[in-house]
């Protein structure tokens, strides 16, 4: 395929990104989600650090009672983690009062509930595919110094970057779709964000340069990645100004990606996949 046809290919999957990501936000799901999400507090810097402190893996934190209201249990003989909470005179003005000291709470990890799926803009992809193309994305992380593991991760946590360890590692769970569509947003992450301090304008480049190069392997990853990018951007339009500044280095990378991909017969031949 020529450079010029290949580029063609990665504006058009760029504005159909752009495109769904408007769509999604008008649709009962992202409300849905939206009513799901008011339901969590905001966490303080000192909060997040003692969450850390205690479970470095918890993605989602919220009270028992919370969880309950989401239709999920806290599973007996789970250990609860403590943040702490201030303590204010009761009033009319509520939060807005001064506290006059705090006290620690208990809260659960999204992975110490069971119940009801929470709601969710993302749907994992569920498309088959070879695996030799998961084998190619192997090798593009091994040429970059990072190793790739497959292993259980835990509910809703579908691949990791560790820039440190110069380790990927992808939830060995989930569909070989989804595997290969993780596997290339964690390699958009060892290619650019080992030291990023803006987390949203990493996840959004890292989703967006995964759906452009699936959507070159011809799969359509556009049920996950609108959802994570619209997710991570607060809505389209937060979205859509982070995908603007970015355009250039998802472009780029992007097309690197997709011109590696291109070459995965010749990087099959006589050597080995470094996916364990």
Not at 215 to 241: M, P, R
Request: charged share 25%.
């Amino acid at each position: 395929m020529s450079a010029t046809a290949e580029t063609d290919i990665t504006e058009n999957a760029f504005s159909r990104l752009t495109a769904g990501i408007l769509n999604l936000c008008t649709t009962d799901r992202w409300m849905e989600w939206l009513t799901m999400v008011n339901r969590f507090r905001s966490y303080s810097a000192r909060n997040i650090l003692l969450i850390a402190s205690q479970r470095p893996e918890a993605t989602r934190v919220a009270s028992y009672s919370t969880w309950k209201r989401l239709g999920r249990q806290v599973r007996k003989g789970e250990k609860a983690l403590y943040i702490v909470a201030p303590l204010r005179p009761s009033s009319e003005e509520g939060e807005d009062t001064v506290p006059f000291g705090f006290r620690y709470v208990p809260v659960f990890d999204l992975a110490q509930t069971e119940g009801d799926d929470l709601p969710s803009p993302c749907e994992v992809v569920a498309a088959q595919i070879d695996r030799s193309t998961i084998e190619d994305a192997c090798r593009i992380a091994a040429s970059l110094g990072f190793a790739v593991t497959f292993q259980e991760l835990g509910r809703d946590t579908h691949g990791v970057c560790r820039p440190a360890a110069k380790a990927i590692e992808i939830n060995a769970g989930d569909p070989e779709g989804q595997q290969l569509k993780s596997l290339i947003h964690e390699i958009s992450h060892a290619m650019l964000h080992a030291s990023c301090p803006d987390r949203t304008r990493a996840e959004i480049e890292a989703e967006s340069i995964a759906y452009i190069v699936m959507n070159h392997l011809g799969i359509d990853s556009s049920q996950y990645s609108f959802g994570y990018v619209a997710t991570w951007g607060k809505g389209g339009n937060s979205a859509l100004e982070v995908l603007r500044k970015s355009a250039t280095t998802i472009r780029t990378t992007a097309l690197f990606l997709c011109d590696q991909f291109d070459r995965g017969a010749s990087l099959r031949i006589g050597r080995s996949a470094t996916c364990a």
